[in-house]
């Protein structure tokens, strides 16, 4: 289960659209870019272009489904904001992939799909990890980067652990 932001716990909202909005608008620019893949009501979709104000995604299987979404409520379709079956998803084909996304984007994800099964960011977790770690729950692995001197911190900022979604 996602846990969802800006909502009570009987899911309703607990700030106005406006406000999720403002408040969501940098996270969903780097969420939403190219060249990534995602799902959406289980359909797998390519970030095609930005159409003035507006995030095309084009699906990929030879259809030619589009989806637009408008650049400042994009943030409502991030997948611990959007409604339950509202989400999109991002997709990557294996972990390599998404290593590189974290360390460029300087973003990480609550949950994503690698390849076709869905993980969940543990937020529960707590801990390094000096390599990529791999059970049959889920993985950690560390992304590097530059911005803590102390090495120890490092890890502890830039380590993740995704579990399988269980309840899917």
Do not use: W
């Amino acid at each position: 289960m996602i846990n969802k932001r800006f909502r009570d716990r009987n899911g309703k909202l607990t700030k106005s659209i406006s406000e999720i909005n403002k408040e969501t608008l940098e996270e969903s620019k780097k969420y939403f870019s190219m060249p990534n893949y995602y799902i959406y009501q289980g359909v797998e979709y390519i970030y095609y272009k930005n159409v003035g104000n507006a995030i095309c995604l084009v699906s990929t299987d030879c259809k030619g489904k589009e989806i637009y979404i408008p650049l400042e409520s994009s943030g409502q379709f991030l997948p611990d904001v959007a409604s339950v079956g509202m989400e999109i998803f991002l997709k990557f084909d294996d972990l390599n992939h998404v290593e590189k996304y974290i360390k460029e984007r300087k973003y990480f994800p609550c949950c994503l799909y690698i390849g076709n099964e869905l993980f969940l960011q543990n937020q529960s977790y707590k801990g390094t990890c000096n390599e990529l770690y791999t059970n049959e729950h889920g993985y950690t692995f560390k992304c590097s980067s530059d911005i803590y001197e102390d090495e120890e911190e490092q890890y502890k900022v830039n380590s993740y652990n995704f579990l399988k979604n269980q309840n899917l």
